[in-house]
T-cell receptor, first 112, second 110 residues
Framework: NAGVTQTPKFRVLKTGQSMTLLCAQD?????MYWYRQDPGMGLRLIHY???????AKGEVPDGYNVSRLKKQNFLLGLESAAPSQTSVYFC???????????FGSGTRLTVV | EDKVVQSPLSLVVHEGDTVTLNCSYE??????LLWYKQEKKAPTFLFML????IEKKSGRLSSILDKKELFSILNITATQTGDSAVYLC??????????FGTGTRLQVFP
């Protein structure tokens, strides 16, 4: 049982490049989330999904897109990377509120 | 604007000390408050609190919520070097989204 798996773990992008971060969970969770973590800012919600085929904006959605075509996968896309998107990205999933959220191990992205 | 504030930002103690971490919040549609421990990688779940005044305990860690005064505390007794981490407080709203505080960095020295 892998839980929440994020790929890649590290990536360096040049400004203007695009990429997709993959989050996969094998716990049959309905809800999935993408967060970014920056020093002094805590974790901030980018986008989330409450079920297959649904997505919604979080606190800081600009510059990102997401898709949830399959229940187990939640993709985060950067259309045109900017240095301000240098961050650690965490994916999380939850079945419901009873047990809290399960986080992936994070993706460290650097945009130069 | 919804916000979650943790204090102190940083704490340095010696093994065996007891620490108290604070989390205050101003959030609409409050559903629950969660504590996480983050070491090098992903945050790991510690507690979920939904009711005031009921202490949750796990070994040397305990936490309690005060919904009237809008805060929670996380206590760690007899600290060990393995307790060194960032402790995150998050509030869940009825919309199922978490709002995180900036965390308290705890360092425990032998």
């Amino acid at each position: 049982n892998a839980g929440v798996t994020q790929t890649p773990k590290f990536r360096v992008l040049k400004t203007g490049q695009s990429m997709t971060l993959l989050c996969a969970q094998d716990m049959n969770h309905e809800y999935m989330y993408w967060y970014r973590q920056d020093p002094g800012m805590g974790l901030r919600l980018i986008h989330y999904s409450v079920g297959e085929g649904t997505t919604a904006k979080g606190e800081v959605p600009d510059g990102y897109n997401v898709s949830r075509l399959k229940k187990q996968n939640f993709l985060l896309g950067l259309e045109s990377a900017a240095p301000s998107q240098t961050s650690v990205y965490f994916c999380a999933s939850s079945l419901d509120s009873t047990y809290g959220y399960t986080f992936g191990s994070g993706t460290r992205l650097t945009v130069v | 604007e919804d916000k979650v504030v943790q204090s102190p930002l940083s704490l340095v103690v010696h093994e065996g000390d007891t620490v108290t971490l604070n989390c205050s919040y101003e959030v609409t549609n409050f559903r629950s408050l969660l504590w996480y421990k983050q070491e090098k990688k992903a945050p790991t779940f510690l507690f979920m609190l939904t009711s005031s005044g009921i202490e949750k305990k796990s070994g040397r860690l305990s936490s309690i919520l005060d919904k009237k005064e809008l805060f929670s505390i996380l206590n760690i007794t007899a600290t060990q070097t393995g307790d060194s981490a960032v402790y995150l407080c998050a509030v869940e709203r009825n919309t199922d989204k978490l709002i995180f505080g900036t965390g308290t960095r705890l360092q425990v020295f032998p």
